[in-house]
């Protein structure tokens, strides 16, 4: 079965800071990988997906991610965090057989002006 | 602007009590999930469809929890009894399941308190 872990649970950066939030996965086949956002109150967005082909993926707002296979790893970076980016962010899943998609357990992103 | 719409988008029941939520999904997609969003357990998977099938629905508990698909338009999710720690937000997301891969789309949720 596949699994998601996403390591920090909270994190405070300031306004320009770069951000680096990480993102690893449990499963032994093809995957499709995501990052979602979630801003207060509001349902989850799309970030960026990985399919295929390059595993630098960039996404909408400045986001990024990389898929390194050998690592298990989807990480999603941002070069200059802005306060509207406070929101919580979901690293995904879906494996390609089954088309089932976890999610891991979110990162709480706050950015201070 | 295509979007998932779920009904109601807030929930007062007293324990006890059947809570049906209702999920249209985008016209033309064939997955339709199912997720529980509480602080503690974050965003739990409870079922998936694909052609209306379910596919998976072991994230559900059975006794009193049960998903269905009347037609491609409709998705329900419906407790009976329910119970106060059922009170969460459930989310609806479809997509198009393609052989690359499925994106999933979200509705804006259903907060349900069970009081």
């Known amino acids: 079965a596949q699994s998601v872990s996403q390591h920090n649970h909270h994190v405070i950066l300031s306004e320009a800071a770069s951000l680096e939030l990480g993102c690893n996965y449990s499963?032994?086949?093809?995957?499709?990988l995501f990052w979602y956002v979630q801003y207060p109150g509001q349902h989850l967005q799309l970030l960026l997906k990985?399919?295929?082909?390059?595993?630098l993926v960039k996404g909408i707002k400045g986001f990024e991610a990389e898929f390194i296979k050998s690592k298990f790893s989807f990480n999603l970076r941002k070069p200059s965090v802005q306060w509207s980016d406070t929101a919580e962010y979901f690293c995904?899943?879906?494996?390609?057989?089954?088309?089932?998609?976890?999610f891991g357990s979110g990162t709480r992103l706050l950015v201070r002006p | 602007d295509a979007r998932v719409t779920q009904t109601p988008r807030h929930k007062v029941t007293e324990m006890g009590q059947e809570v049906t939520m209702r999920c249209q999904p985008i016209?033309?997609?064939?997955?339709v999930f199912w997720y529980r969003q509480t602080m503690m357990q974050g965003l739990e998977l409870l079922a998936y469809?694909?052609?209306?099938?379910?596919?998976?629905d072991s994230g559900m508990p059975k006794d009193r929890f049960s998903a269905e698909m009347p037609d491609a338009t409709l998705a329900t999710l419906k407790i009976q009894p329910s119970e106060p720690r059922d009170s969460a937000v459930y989310f609806c997301?479809?997509?198009?399941?393609?052989?690359?891969?499925?994106?999933?789309?979200f509705g804006q949720g259903t907060r349900l308190t069970v009081v």
């Open positions: 990985y399919f295929s082909g390059d595993p």
């Open positions: 997301a479809s997509g198009l399941a393609l052989p690359g891969g499925t994106e999933a789309f």
């Open positions: 995904a899943v879906n494996a390609r057989s089954s088309y089932k998609l976890i």
């Open positions: 469809f694909r052609n209306r099938a379910p596919l998976d």
């Open positions: 499963y032994g086949g093809t995957v499709n």
């Open positions: 016209l033309g997609h064939n997955t």
